[in-house]
């Protein structure tokens, strides 16, 4: 909830320990499927950038984080159900995970390879 922040480090330092995990979570898998993303902050968020398309954010909430799939989440096939928000989307969806919420990492996993790869 730090709109200010100038970078992703910034941005989840002082996030509670349950959501600083979940993004941490998130970033690193990016990282580690895709080294040559970069990250920005914009609208707030910190932002994956590959080439010129931003294709990830993370977001805390109050009650949730978010995982978010920009370009493509509406083409990536969801085998395991983890989108539960943007459903409606033509372009994007995303994956909202409240306190206590474990996820399936492989099934994440495959979405970022997939969301890298179209």
């Known amino acids: 909830m730090n709109g200010n922040a100038a970078n992703t480090d910034e941005y989840i330092k002082d996030l509670p ?3 600083r995990g979940n993004l941490t979570l998130y970033r690193e898998m990016i990282h580690e499927i895709c080294p040559d993303i970069t990250e920005e902050i914009k609208w707030g968020v910190p ?3 590959l080439g010129k398309k931003a294709l990830f954010a993370m977001a805390c909430f109050k ?3 978010k995982y978010n799939f920009m370009q493509n989440g509406a083409q990536l096939t969801d085998s395991k159900n983890l989108f ?4 409606e989307s033509k ?3 995303s ?3 409240q306190e206590g919420e474990n996820i399936d990492r492989a099934a994440l996993e495959d979405l970022i390879k997939q969301a ?3």
Do not use: A, E, M, P
Request: positive net charge; charged residues 20%.
């Open 84 to 87: 539960n928000n943007g459903l």
């Open 95 to 97: 994956i909202d995970l």
């Open 91 to 93: 372009k994007s969806r």
């Open 17 to 19: 320990l349950w959501q």
């Open 63 to 65: 009650s949730h984080t």
């Open 116 to 118: 890298i790869s179209k």
């Open 47 to 49: 932002v994956f950038i």
